[in-house]
């Protein structure tokens, strides 16, 4: 039977089946059953208008729980938060709820809860209206020569217990080409905790790019244990090697195999997230813009991805028929990762709890948005003159 023809029977028993009684209703639901092949049950909710059967039916359910309060708030934090998925917002719920009472006022103690309590199914669907309208978002590697034989493959992963494993990589900012002078970004990832750090320096060198490793192995709250990168020239070189082998405890360093990107998935995908959402794809060739993306990095972007931007890990994966199922951990962010951890030093707890305590997460959005119209504004000024 049509689509239509289904459609047309189920009008004619419905206006029926309102006016039966119980013993005639009984037949009704039979007919439906027989004539367009339907389940018992899902018959009698078709006819009590309870679900949609064929289009144009009418839905009914439960009393609405989320009203316009829930999705306004929602909504804001989602813009706020960079537009996480929704079991990342829920997360960030809890930490993110105190900074828009202090900007928009105290909320109902009865919506408090229930956004507090609120699931990320629920939430992607309240929001399923915002996302409609579309998000507004803000490699020229060279291989390290013969160095590369001192410096032994990772294939496998890290099978890590406590934070200090890092990975690395670099991107460049040449726009559409590689020649001349610009900037590049350096991003590094700690796999037991997904605490991101970065940096930027101009033209990779390495004296720019031993600067930033120093600066962030002194500003990261843990010992950095192994440090793993792929084969480029800024991170494959004999200044580096020293800096890691030539200590009291040797840093595990390690290079991924050329041409093969997952041998580095935890800071790969962290290219787009944390660089090319942030900056785009624009040529950075004025040296004063090494200063901006730098304090951009080392201030308010850290601060608000480390402390309020919760991410989840993949716990395992197994493949059923042609399908590969994964399984993702509770959303937490790397801050709460590393407390959770039960080796952390006393005093890095300490320091963690209390800049958390102190961190505004709306504030430090609201900076990373005017270093990135500063930016934007040079660059303009630059391409005028240019002109």
């Known amino acids: 039977m049509s689509f239509g023809s289904r459609q047309e029977v189920v009008g004619r028993l419905r206006r029926r089946y309102e006016r039966a009684g119980r013993v005639y209703r009984q037949r009704l639901i039979g007919q439906l059953c027989e004539v367009c092949g339907y389940e018992r049950k899902y018959a009698i909710k078709v006819l009590n208008g309870n679900r949609s059967g064929p289009r144009g039916l009418a839905r009914g359910g439960g009393q609405q729980r989320y009203a316009a309060p829930e999705r306004v708030v929602l909504a804001q934090i989602w813009r706020w938060g960079d537009y996480p998925c929704g079991k990342r917002l829920v997360a960030m719920l809890p930490l993110w709820l105190s900074a828009y009472e202090r900007r928009r006022g105290v909320l109902d103690e009865a ?18 209206a915002e996302r409609a309208h579309g998000r507004q978002r803000r490699g020229g590697t060279k291989p390290g020569g013969l160095l590369r034989t001192q410096i032994p493959v990772r294939c496998e992963s890290w099978n890590v217990d406590r934070p200090g494993y890092l990975e690395a990589d670099s991107v460049d900012h040449g726009g559409q080409s590689t020649a001349g ?3 590049h970004s350096l991003t590094f990832t700690d796999i037991f905790s997904g605490w991101v750090e970065q940096d930027a320096v101009w033209n990779k060198g390495a004296a720019g790019v031993m600067r930033a490793i120093r600066q962030i192995e002194a500003d990261v709250p843990f010992a950095i244990l192994g440090f793993d990168s792929d084969n480029g020239a800024e991170f494959i070189n004999h200044h580096l090697l020293r800096y890691f082998r030539c200590r009291a405890a040797p840093v595990d360093f390690t290079r991924s195999r050329a041409y093969r990107k997952n041998d580095n998935a935890h800071v790969e995908q962290k290219n787009w997230s944390k660089v090319r959402q942030l900056l785009g794809y624009e040529r950075f060739d004025q040296y004063e813009l090494v200063e901006i993306v730098h304090a951009l990095y080392r201030g308010p972007w850290r601060l608000l991805q480390n402390f309020f931007q919760p991410v989840m890990k993949l716990t395992h994966k197994h493949r059923r028929g042609g399908r590969v199922h994964k399984r993702y951990d509770r959303a937490q962010t790397p801050a709460q990762r590393l ?15 209390h800049l958390q305590a102190t961190l505004d997460p709306v504030a430090l959005t609201e900076a990373v948005d005017r270093q990135c119209q500063q930016l934007r504004r040079i660059l303009r000024e630059g391409r005028r003159h240019a002109a």
Do not use: F, H, P
């Open 111 to 128: 919506v408090r809860q229930r956004l507090l309590g609120i699931s990320a199914a629920t939430a992607d669907r309240l929001l399923a």
């Open 181 to 183: 002078s610009y900037v």
């Open 339 to 353: 407390l959770a951890w039960e080796g952390l030093r006393t005093d890095k707890r300490a320091w963690l709890l």
